[in-house]
């Protein structure tokens, strides 16, 4: 049987404030009935697809702020989404911003859900690493306050069955830590989805602004490859309200090599038949991790991490 699952990454271009998810929506299903039509079965959108990225503003008022989440997946907005790739038999994933109320109390993740060629959620993820600040840093030429508008995920990394294979998921920040890619590997992922939004200007360390692109590539080949896995990462990218993303979303094998990419800042779907028994080349070899691991030896991995940066 195939285990070939024939995978677009949809890169968005920027999405305005007033950008209402309708519009956004409409955007999403475009570039699903080109993947449709180029025999996608999979089609991968950015993290906080639905609207701009909320956290380069600094915001007080929870009514404001709550805006830019949804309380429940699918809603009135998204339905569209999900009801045209029912009938185009497609399954997809994406990002968003997710509200839930549990025993009276408000929680707000970074959220990304797998949903299959049925229409079904298979998988949720809650972005674990949050980057950024939790307070107003005048300083910063934008504000990245992903610390203080969301609760980090307290749910392991983990995998759902689904297009024949086994996929996991992953948000932004997450694509830089190796440990994201070990954790999901040793829940035997074979295809991680890595929604971002990554500005160019990095305020920490502005000196690092052109290797951002670099480091993304870096970032994702490496973990595809240590791991044996595919990873697709999808940039939502371009000018968004002044601030300039980076794109470059890419399907990588699990050698490590990039083997499509997106070559705009705006709307671009591009597609590759991502084999997922390619995985073995890797997984049965150089990074067999039952022959040549040494877990016994890696005992600081998981101690609590008390030192100073
Ligand atoms: N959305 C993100 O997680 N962005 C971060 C930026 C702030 C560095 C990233 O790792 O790309």
């Known amino acids: 049987m195939s285990r070939v699952i024939v995978t677009g990454a949809a890169q968005l271009g920027p ?3 007033s950008e209402p998810r309708e519009r ?15 025999g996608c ?12 990225f909320f956290p380069r503003w600094y915001m007080e008022d929870q009514a404001e702020i709550d805006a830019f989440f949804e ?11 999900f009801a045209r790739a029912r009938e185009l038999g497609i399954g997809f994933s994406f990002g968003y911003a997710e509200l839930i109320v549990e025993e009276g109390v408000a929680h707000h993740y970074n959220t990304a859900i797998v949903v299959d060629k049925a229409g079904e959620i298979v998988h949720r993820y809650r972005k674990i690493h949050l980057p950024g600040h ?28 689904a297009f024949g294979g086994k996929i996991g998921q992953a948000i932004c920040n997450d694509r830089r830590w190796p440990e994201t890619y070990r954790e999901l590997a040793l829940r035997d992922a074979e295809m991680v989805l890595i929604g971002y939004n990554t500005p160019v200007h990095y305020p920490q360390a502005p000196e690092h602004d052109h290797l951002q692109c670099f480091h993304n590539h870096l970032s994702l080949q490496a973990g595809a490859y240590q791991n044996g896995m595919w990873v697709v990462g999808v940039a939502k990218a371009g000018k968004e309200e002044g601030c300039d993303l980076i794109g470059q979303s890419c399907i990588v094998a699990p050698t490590g090599e990039i083997v499509a990419m997106a070559g705009t800042l705006g709307d671009e779907l591009v597609v590759h038949d991502c084999d997922l028994d390619r995985c073995t080349e890797i997984r049965a070899n150089i990074f067999s991790f ?9 005992t600081a991995l998981t101690a609590p991490h008390d030192k100073e940066d």
């Open 134 to 161: 939790t307070s107003h840093e005048p300083w910063r030429a934008f504000q990245h306050l992903e610390k203080r508008y969301f609760e980090p995920g307290m749910e392991p990394f983990s995998v759902a069955e």
């Open 24 to 38: 956004v929506v409409v955007r999403m299903i475009s570039l699903m009935e080109k993947a449709a039509a180029r």
């Open 71 to 81: 309380r429940s997946m699918p809603n009135v907005e998204v339905a569209p989404l």
């Open 15 to 17: 999405i305005a404030r």
């Open 41 to 52: 079965d999979l089609v991968v959108y950015p993290e906080l697809a639905l609207t701009t």
């Open 290 to 298: 039952k022959q040549h691991r040494r877990p016994e030896i890696y």
